[in-house]
C-alpha cells in the first residue's frame, strides 16, 4: 500500500469536501444577511465567489475577514457585546491556510493538512453560525423570539445568554 491513510478516511473525507465547499458559502451568507445593510463590508452574494477554483484560495482570506468585520459593526451597532469574534477570524484565517496547501505536491503531507483545515471549517462555521443565532435572539428582533429559542436569563435584569457559560460569545444585554 502506498499511502499509510486508511482509503476508508480519504473516501469519507473527499465525499465530504464538496458538501462542506456549499455549506461554508451558505453560512456566511447567511451570517451577512442577518447583518443591517451598512454594517456590512461585502455583499452576501459575494461569498460564492469561493467555489471559483485557485481564485477562491485567494478570495476566502478576503470573506473570512470581511464577514469577521461585518459582524463586528452589526454587534456593536446593536449594542450586544461580542466575545470571540477576533478567535473565529483566526479559525477562519487558518482554515484558509490549510486550504491554500491543497498546492503542496507532497501527498500525504497535503492531505494531512487539508485534514487540519477540514476540522477548522467546522469549527469556523460552527462560530459563524453561533453570531448568527445570537444575532437572530437579539430581544429586539420579535417579542418572546428570545425565550422560544432557549435563551437562559442569568439572574441579571436585561441579560440574555444562548450559552451554560457566563462570558461566552453568546451572551448580552438585553435593554
Known sequence: MDNPLPIMALVIFYAAGPVAMIYFP??????????APASR?????????????????VWQFFVVLNV?????????????PCRGLKQSKG???????????VLVPVALLKHL??????????????????FTR???????????FADRLGLSKEGHAGSW???SKRGSPLCGRSE
Open 26 to 35: 451558505g453560512i456566511l451568507q447567511n451570517a451577512l444577511r442577518k447583518c
Open 41 to 57: 463590508t461585502m455583499t452576501p452574494g459575494k461569498v460564492w465567489l469561493t467555489l471559483i477554483p485557485l481564485f477562491g484560495l
Open 68 to 80: 469577521a468585520d461585518s459582524l463586528e459593526i452589526e454587534f456593536k451597532r446593536v449594542g450586544i
Open 91 to 101: 479559525v477562519g484565517t487558518g482554515m484558509c491556510i490549510c486550504d491554500s496547501c
Open 113 to 130: 493538512i487539508l485534514a487540519v483545515g477540514f476540522a477548522l471549517l467546522i469549527a469556523y462555521c460552527n462560530r459563524i453560525a453561533n
Open 134 to 144: 445570537a444575532l437572530d435572539a437579539r430581544p429586539s428582533a420579535a417579542p418572546g
Open 161 to 163: 445568554c444562548l450559552s
